[in-house]
Structure formats: structure tokens, C-alpha cells
């Protein structure tokens, strides 16, 4: 069982930035794929970013070149780096952990076996 704790969130004004951090608890933090997703009201949860066991990484469309997602696996932590934010941002943000994930799978979000309580990012214009 993986255990994992979003911080981070909060309101910021559009042009700005903040720093997501997931922390996990539980197997082995390098053994498992880190994925960050997002749903705002009325949407369906979505794909934000993700990072492999080994370091690669990809993007939505929609964050590429503003967002960064890395991890330190000596503090079990993935970490989004955000900015710059706009209002269409404004979502729960969620972080996620696989095993079984591959470049190719790592933006579906029923791939990853564990999931946090989400962070709330508000950004206003």
C-alpha cells in the first residue's frame, strides 16, 4: 500500500507560480511511476503530467512549457512546478503512483494504482 500526500496548493493571481509536492509513504518511491492530474468543476479528471521510473517525463499539450514535473527519490517526493498559471488552471490537482506503467500508458489515468487526497489550485484573473 502507497500512501500519498499532496501540498502546495492555493490561490494565486494569473502570471504566477507555485510548486505542487506529493509525498509518498509506503514501497519502494522509485519503483513506481508518478503521474499528476487535475479535474475542475464539472470536468472530468485530466492528464497534467507524469514522470517514469527513470526520469522521463511528458505533458499535456495544454501545461508544455509552463509546467515541470520532477522527483527526488532520496525524499520520496514528485514535485509540479507551475507557472505561468492561468485561469483555466484552476482544478483539484491530483497525484498518482503505478508499477505497472510505460511511456506509452503513463497519461491514462486508470494505469496508476494509487491516487491522494488532491490539492486545490485557484488562479484568478
Known amino acids: 500500500q502507497v500512501r500519498l500526500v499532496e501540498s502546495g496548493g492555493g490561490l494565486v493571481q494569473a502570471g504566477g507560480s507555485l510548486r505542487l509536492s506529493c509525498a509518498a509513504s509506503?514501497?519502494?518511491?522509485?519503483?513506481?511511476?508518478m503521474g499528476w492530474f487535475r479535474q475542475a468543476p464539472g470536468k472530468e479528471r485530466e492528464f497534467v503530467a507524469a514522470?517514469?521510473?527513470?526520469?522521463?517525463?511528458n505533458y499535456a499539450d495544454s501545461v508544455k512549457g509552463r509546467f515541470t514535473i520532477s522527483r527526488d527519490n532520496a525524499k520520496n517526493t514528485v514535485y509540479l512546478q507551475m507557472n505561468p498559471l492561468k485561469p483555466e488552471d484552476t482544478a483539484v490537482y491530483y497525484c498518482?503512483?503505478?508499477?505497472?506503467?510505460?511511456?506509452?500508458?503513463?497519461?491514462?489515468?486508470?494505469?496508476?494504482?494509487?491516487w491522494g487526497q488532491g490539492t486545490q489550485v485557484t488562479v484568478a484573473s
Open positions: 498518482a503512483a503505478g508499477v505497472y506503467i510505460t511511456i506509452g500508458t503513463m497519461t491514462q489515468l486508470k494505469t496508476y494504482n494509487y
Open positions: 509506503g514501497r519502494t518511491f522509485s519503483s513506481y511511476a
Open positions: 514522470i517514469s521510473r527513470s526520469g522521463s517525463t
